[in-house]
Structures are given as C-alpha cells and as structure tokens.
C-alpha cells in the first residue's frame, strides 16, 4: 500500500539486526559493501530453542503450582524439567550469543 523502503534503510536493518529469513537481495547488497559480512543461518537452532524455552517456562510456572497443591511427586518433576532445559539452554542458547 505504500512505496518501498529505501534499500539503504534495508540494508542498515539487516546489517543491525542480522534476521535470518527471506532477505537474500538485501542480504547480497550488504555483502557487495562489505565481504566480511556473516549472514545469520541460525534458524533452526533458535527455533529449537523457543521450544525449549517453552518447555522452560511452562515447567517454572508448573512447579510452583504443584508446590501449592502439595503434589510433591509432579513438583519434582517440573523442577527436573527446569534443570535439564535450563541446562540444555545453558549450551545451546547462552553460550552462543554473540559478544555485544
């Protein structure tokens, strides 16, 4: 509905943020200006990630009910879940962050 957005405000953007998606002619013009660029092909682990995030959540959330209803068997099992993903995105999530 509206004109495009200038390709340098594109390319600004792309080279911040570094999305990973359908950006492949933008993604071209920032590596024709700089060739040191490296495009972020990290989709599938990110997407893992919220997954286990998910998981992460909903089981923090879970255990606190379950401590509160006094069910210490299904409570102990949400505090496993949240050590073993907390664990998981120790590795996989934190520890490859890129430096600011």
């Known amino acids: 509905m509206t004109k495009a957005e200038d390709d340098e405000i594109?390319?600004?953007f792309y080279k911040t943020v570094n999305p990973w998606g359908a950006w492949g002619?933008?993604?071209e013009k920032v590596m024709?200006?700089?060739?040191?660029f490296k495009p972020n092909f990290n989709?599938?682990?990110d997407l893992l990630n919220v997954a286990v995030g998910i998981v992460w959540q909903v089981s923090l959330t879970a255990s606190a009910i379950y401590v509160v209803l006094h069910?210490?068997?299904l409570a102990g099992v949400?505090?496993?879940?949240?050590?073993?993903?907390s664990i998981f995105l120790k590795f996989n999530w934190y520890d490859k962050l890129e430096k600011a």
């Open 32 to 36: 024709k200006d700089d060739p040191s």
């Open 25 to 27: 002619p933008i993604r």
């Open 43 to 45: 989709m599938g682990r």
């Open 10 to 12: 594109l390319k600004k």
């Open 78 to 85: 949400m505090v496993g879940s949240v050590i073993v993903t």
């Open 71 to 73: 069910n210490w068997t």
